[in-house]
T-cell receptor
Framework: AQSVAQPEDQVNVAEGNPLTVKCTYS??????LFWYVQYPNRGLQFLLK??????LVKGSYGFEAEFNKSQTSFHLKKPSALVSDSALYFC?????????????FGAGTRLFVKA | NAGVTQTPKFQVLKTGQSMTLQCAQD?????MYWYRQDPGMGLRLIYY???????DKGEVPNGYNVSRLNKREFSLRLESAAPSQTSVYFC?????????????FGPGTRLTVL
């Protein structure tokens, strides 16, 4: 069965420091991986996705994510955090064998960036 | 270009009451979705519509019905609301049902059932 784990409920970083939000996944086929961000009282906004090819994916607002097949991970990273990056981050996966409609979301990781 | 819009933004119902959540998209997308978001559980798919004229059950369909009114609009109906349906509801759309298609989300409806 498909699953997504975000092992940290909360991540705290200081402004200007690098940040990492972790995600691991389990699928039976090839994974299609997504990161979304949710600001307070807003819907989810798309950040980036991994479909195939280069393991390092670049997305919106300076975020990037590294796909690691052997570790089944897709961690979100940013070299220098901003206070405005504080939000709730969701990792999501689709499995080719399960079909395009079934997107499994992680429970979310709340990121706090301190000035 | 408003993207995905949802009405209402907030709603309080009493147990047993009914209501319809409205969703519309102006991106000419074929596929639309309804999710619920509960604390610590991420988003769970209630129903989806692959294309105009089709709907299908997702992960947690019990207690809900949907209507794909046209290509733009996809509504979610609670026939007899229960406290377990207290949640934040998100509508989303995507160009199609492909695995690679990105979903775009509306701002959400916060529903409380007393």
């Amino acid at each position: 069965a498909q699953s997504v784990a975000q092992p940290e409920d909360q991540v705290n970083v200081a402004e200007g420091n690098p940040l990492t939000v972790k995600c691991t996944y389990s699928v039976s086929g090839n994974p299609y991986l997504f990161w979304y961000v949710q600001y307070p009282n807003r819907g989810l906004q798309f950040l980036l996705k991994y479909i195939t090819g280069d393991n390092l994916v670049k997305g919106s607002y300076g975020f990037e994510a590294e796909f690691n097949k052997s570790q089944t991970s897709f961690h979100l990273k940013k070299p220098s955090a901003l206070v405005s990056d504080s939000a709730l981050y969701f990792c999501a996966v689709r499995d080719a064998r399960a079909g395009g409609f079934k997107t499994i979301f992680g429970a979310g990781t709340r990121l706090f960036v301190k000035a | 270009n408003a993207g995905v819009t949802q009405t209402p933004k907030f709603q309080v119902l009493k147990t047993g009451q009914s209501m319809t959540l409205q969703c519309a998209q102006d991106m000419n997308h074929n596929s639309m979705y309804w999710y619920r978001q509960d604390p610590g559980m991420g988003l769970r798919l209630i129903y989806y519509s692959a294309s105009e004229g089709t709907t299908d059950k997702g992960e947690v369909p019990n207690g809900y019905n949907v209507s794909r009114l046209n290509k733009r609009e996809f509504s979610l109906r609670l026939e007899s609301a229960a406290p377990s349906q207290t949640s934040v509801y998100f509508c989303a759309s995507s160009e199609g049902p492909m695995l690679t298609d990105t979903q775009y989300f509306g701002p959400g409806t916060r529903l409380t059932v007393l």
